[in-house]
């Protein structure tokens, strides 16, 4: 493992951002909590410090609604044109990447993640989706309709459909990927002609902060962007309770996807999305090329040290490849250099916090006490910050918690498989289905697969490729709705149906 020694030292421009409290947005103000509270964000490569933040709550909840609500209703921002809208968008994508080098080690210090991943993937995908929605905001189109009436014989009319932003949005996100899951969620909203409250994760809020001050800067209108950090069961929970909140949009754990379905239900029926947990098989049939798919099945897993909901976390390989491919994960897995993410040479960081590393390591202990053994990995790094070794199980059995549920973490189990009929029943034998994979050169069989396996992104021959363009989310358990393409457009939108008689 890397030296946690060389410990970051933040420079001038960072040092300004980290060494005060940072308040929250609202209104297009920076302000402290009601309560004048705040908490503390960890480096989780050392477990120090690393910033304090304004704990956002219930009545800070209300008074960044109210903001949204006047901002979505009266101001500048309804009369702001769609060309204009996505000038705005473009401009802060611009800021965006300006800030490049900044964005990407704020992630690293707060999310753990290698340095050198932020600033190839994080910071340029989020940048690339508000220039991507940019581009949508003067394409949100309705129809003219032809219509027959068979109550009213010869009348004429003249129907059409408008597309109107959905109202105030409130956007809760994770930890896993801070500054993308903001991206993804503000994008379309703002698109659209919505307001928003956004609501980061308590253990990464630098980012979306950060975001707050470009935005600041753009010159969005106040209001229309307002950022409220805080905790899931005070501030979340009394966003997605509000009773004037239109819409809640959440990425996070099934589990608490579930409460946000009840709390928009008990509270005024806003509409929700949901992007919520995963257990992806990535299935390499014999005839696979090994040499992509090898790395490839590495990566599906430990991308991001496995907190992906997307993760290929069931390796299932054709019998007659089984020990050379789990062989090769093995041996991409003893590779890589984990280590502080800031560490130039470090392949993987740590877990975000003492909560999911306890969390990874009980699943591991689970699956040992259940008869699986380990390959490779399957106890925690060192004894500063919160790494995990990668791991690798074999010898599972489908019952076995760490074959059912979510670890979040780099802990795959491979699983052997014959019979091509059963692997589709076993890939989609999951309460999840956000993510899929086939690695094969039969053409025929991997689109067969494609159409078979209940998911609601499947790669073949590849893995975790995202674009802007692209739908993502979940099938069953994995969520409601897309996320990004224009198939997000249509959720941050209402449809209004309105006829003239000629
Ligand atoms: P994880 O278990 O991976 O931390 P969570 O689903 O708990 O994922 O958290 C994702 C986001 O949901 C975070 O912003 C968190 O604060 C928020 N959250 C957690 N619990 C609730 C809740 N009861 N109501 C609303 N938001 C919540």
Redesign the pocket.
Known sequence: MASSADTFKPGPKLNRFLSRPRPMLIGGKWVLAQSGKTFEVLNPATEEPLAAVAEGDREDIELAVRAARRAFESGPWPRITPSERGKLLWKLADLLEQNLEEFATLETLDNGKPLTVARVADVPLAVDLFRYMAGWATKIEGNTIPISVPYAPGAEFFSYTLREPVGVVGQ?????FPLLMAAWKIGPALATGCTVVL?????TPLSALRLGELILEASYPPGVVNIVP????T???A??AHPDVDKVA????T???K??VK?AGASNLKKVTLELGGKSPNIVYGDADLKTAIPGAASAIFFNHGQCCCAGSRLYAEKNVFDKVVEGVAAEAKKIRLGPGMNPKTEMGPLVSQ??LTRVCSYIESGLAEGAKTVVGGKRAGNRGYFVEPTIFVNTRPTMKVIREEI?GPVVAAIPFSDPEEIVSSANNTVYGLAAAVWTRDVSKAHRLARQLRAGTVWINCFNIFDAALPFGGYKQSGWGREMGHAALELYTEVKAVTVRL
């Open positions: 809760i996100i994770p930890w896993n609501k980061p994760a308590e253990q805080g905790f899931g069961e501030a979340g929970a966003l997605a959440f990425t996070g754990s589990e608490v996807g409460q946000i709390a909560e999911q979040f």
